[in-house]
């Protein structure tokens, strides 16, 4: 039995927790019509006055509005508590979401390789010195006691930048294939005592293959000083190569041949891998040849205008790449320049 006063009552309390935005004022709604002293309350309190028959009806029907009502209020506050905790702010901040990350750029391999050594040798009491990347032939060769016509310095090694036939110089402009002509500068520059590393670019017309790149880097030591000998030459080098391969690496001189030193050997240290016991990256020898060295040749001192009866000194040089690749474990130069930059980033 539908009783109109009731539905009105209804609607009304409907409206009204519409009109509530939040969950304080929904509650507030809610006791207004339900609570002790709500206005469905005194709808009750009214029932006294009706006969037992009428009550019974009355009764009947104020509950079933008190009910609608609070289930009606019910879910309005849970639409409401469930809207508030996503409706926040457009421009709120959520500090919970992962951050916008950053890409830090890093030093290339080879770079960081560059760095390593030279501070190893810093530790030594070597500084840090640079020549230039383009230089004459008289730097380059006949200064370091490499003349013109040896096969280091034909055209097919070595990347000149001028014509020999418009040339009218008695040198030649060309990219620098070795460190080495830092020394002559460096020497030419200052006198004894001369203790240096020159790390840097050089240029070779070497088609880039496993080993090999047309660009690459070496790192050149120089020590001139009274009473230098060979013995310091062996000395420095086998600290540098511990400290650059690890404590237990041990050194090996194998007499060699270069312009600008006399007597010269190479280097070898004992395999990084095996250890000296042998595999296929030394080769089964246990020895990894790293690099060249020797005492400085008297003819490179007068060059400098060093007197070699008062001055000795010794000189080394290696190619960076050849340490990375051995330190790192990579086996292909052409990786440096060509990999995917997840590769480079491994370092
Ligand atoms: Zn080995």
Not at 59 to 78: F, H, P, V, W
Not at 90 to 104: C, F, M, Y
Request: net charge neutral; proline share 7%; charged share 25%.
């Amino acid at each position: 039995m539908s009783d109109p006063d009731l539905t009105a009552l209804q609607s009304e309390f409907t409206a009204a927790l519409a009109a509530a935005k939040d969950g304080a004022s929904a509650d507030r709604v809610k006791s207004d019509w339900l609570g002790r002293t709500g206005r469905l309350r005194k709808l009750t309190e009214e029932l006294g006055k009706l006969s037992p028959d009428q009550k019974k009806i009355r009764g009947k029907a104020i509950n079933d509005l008190k009910l609608a009502c609070e289930a009606a209020a019910e879910d309005r506050l849970k639409a409401l508590a469930s809207n508030g905790a996503k409706a926040a702010p457009a421009d709120a901040i959520d500090v919970t979401l992962p951050g916008t990350s950053t890409k830090l750029g890093r030093r290339h391999p080879i770079y960081q390789t560059m760095d390593e050594i030279r501070e190893i040798f810093a530790k030594l009491g070597f500084e840090a010195a640079y020549g230039p990347e383009i230089e004459t032939s008289y730097y380059n060769f006949e200064a370091l006691n490499i003349p013109l016509d040896h096969p280091a310095a034909e055209p097919f090694d070595t990347w000149y930048l001028d014509d020999p036939e418009v040339a009218s110089r008695p040198y030649r402009f060309l990219l620098r294939s070795h460190t080495s002509p830092a020394q002559m500068h460096i020497m030419e520059a200052r006198k004894p005592p001369i203790r240096v590393v020159v790390p840097g670019k050089v240029f070779r017309t070497d088609p880039a293959d496993a080993s090999h790149l047309p660009v690459f880097h070496q790192l050149e030591g120089l020590m001139v000083d009274e009473g230098v000998s060979f013995a310091d030459l062996k000395g420095v080098l086998a600290i540098a190569m511990k400290e650059l391969f690890g404590a237990k690496t041990e050194t090996r001189f194998r007499p060699s041949y270069f312009p600008f030193t006399e007597p010269s050997a190479e280097v070898d240290v004992s395999c990084v891998l095996c250890a000296g016991a042998g595999c296929s990256a030394c080769k089964g020898s246990g020895w990894i040849e790293v690099l060249g060295s020797g005492m400085v040749h008297p003819k490179v001192l007068e060059y400098a205008k060093i007197d070699p009866e008062k001055y000795s000194g010794f000189a080394f040089g290696m190619g960076v790449e050849r340490i990375a690749m051995l330190k790192l474990g990579v086996p292909d130069i052409r990786h440096f320049i060509r990999s995917h930059p997840l590769f480079l980033r491994q370092w």
